[in-house]
Structures are given as structure tokens and as C-alpha cells.
């Protein structure tokens, strides 16, 4: 029932986003999308955390350490833009609330450089890094 409420709010919105005039449509679309992100990694982190355990261990790969699937924040944004799974012992799993996206071209835009670091905050402007835990998965959210 929760997911119906869900799409049935996103798709209101959109649908409203778009009837408005196109000055405002993209940032009403956007905050839309935001907040739509924010949602689904709320809802699905366990899921997906769990789907990304079993992929892994398809392939023979160590598990040692905990995992826990956190959103993506991207600098300069306050909202949500994905979502990753980090990895490491559980104490500093258990610490990690978000990951933070930094973004960089590198020799004239031949390769387009992003850094995913384990961040104990969900606000991008006061957080510490969290040491110890690495990214073990990105997930992209189709919007």
C-alpha cells in the first residue's frame, strides 16, 4: 500500500511539474526527483543491500565485513542523487550515513573522475569522513 501512495505522489507531482510554467518546471522537477530518491533509498536500502550481498557472492567474493546501503549526496546539492553500498567493520558501517559525491574532469575531460567517500552525516556542508569503510557498490535509480 505504501508504494501506491508513493508512485500515486510522484506521479502527481510530475504530472503538476510539468503543467507549470517552464521557468519553474525544472526546479519543481527536480526537487520532485530529489525528493523521490530520497524515498526509494529509504524504503529499498535493506532490499538492495541484500540483492548486492547475494550478487557478490555469486562470484566467491569476501564478506567478511558488514554492509549497509546509503544515499548519495553530491556537492553543491542538498538532495539525494543515488544511492551506495558501503562496506567495513560494523561499528563504522553503523556510523556511515551517506556517501559524498566529488566530481572532477581529468586531462581535458578525457576521463571524468568521481569519489564516493563514506560520510557520518547526511548534511554535505559538516560531516567526517568515516575511516575504515570503503564503497563496495553504486546503485543508479531510474527516475
Given at each position: 500500500?505504501?508504494?501506491?501512495?508513493?508512485?500515486?505522489?510522484?506521479?502527481?507531482?510530475?504530472?503538476?511539474?510539468?503543467?507549470?510554467?517552464?521557468?519553474n518546471?525544472?526546479?519543481?522537477?527536480?526537487?520532485?526527483?530529489?525528493?523521490?530518491?530520497?524515498?526509494?533509498v529509504?524504503?529499498?536500502?535493506?532490499?538492495?543491500?541484500?540483492?548486492?550481498?547475494?550478487?557478490?557472492?555469486?562470484?566467491?567474493?569476501?564478506?567478511e565485513?558488514?554492509?549497509?546501503?546509503?544515499?548519495?549526496?553530491?556537492?553543491?546539492?542538498?538532495?539525494?542523487?543515488?544511492?551506495?553500498?558501503?562496506?567495513?567493520?560494523?561499528?563504522?558501517?553503523?556510523?556511515?550515513?551517506?556517501?559524498?559525491?566529488?566530481?572532477?574532469?581529468?586531462?581535458?575531460?578525457?576521463?571524468?573522475?568521481?569519489?564516493?567517500?563514506?560520510m557520518?552525516?547526511?548534511?554535505?556542508?559538516?560531516?567526517?569522513?568515516?575511516?575504515?569503510?570503503?564503497?563496495?557498490?553504486?546503485?543508479?535509480?531510474?527516475?
Open positions: 500500500m505504501k508504494k501506491r501512495i508513493i508512485v500515486a505522489t510522484l506521479l502527481c507531482g510530475f504530472i503538476l511539474g510539468n503543467a507549470m510554467p517552464k521557468v518546471a525544472g526546479v519543481i522537477t527536480s526537487i520532485l526527483k530529489t525528493g523521490g530518491v530520497a524515498v526509494l529509504d524504503r529499498y536500502a535493506g532490499d538492495l543491500n541484500v540483492f548486492i550481498n547475494k550478487l557478490t557472492a555469486k562470484y566467491s567474493i569476501s564478506d565485513y558488514a554492509t549497509k546501503v546509503v544515499p548519495i549526496i553530491a556537492v553543491g546539492s542538498k538532495g539525494y542523487v543515488g544511492a551506495a553500498q558501503v562496506s567495513g567493520p560494523k561499528s563504522a558501517v553503523d556510523r556511515t550515513q551517506a556517501a559524498l559525491a566529488l566530481e572532477g574532469d581529468f586531462m581535458n575531460r578525457s576521463f571524468r573522475i568521481q569519489a564516493l567517500i563514506p557520518d552525516s547526511k548534511n554535505p556542508t559538516s560531516f567526517n569522513r568515516v575511516q575504515g569503510v570503503g564503497v563496495s557498490a553504486k546503485i543508479d535509480i531510474a527516475i
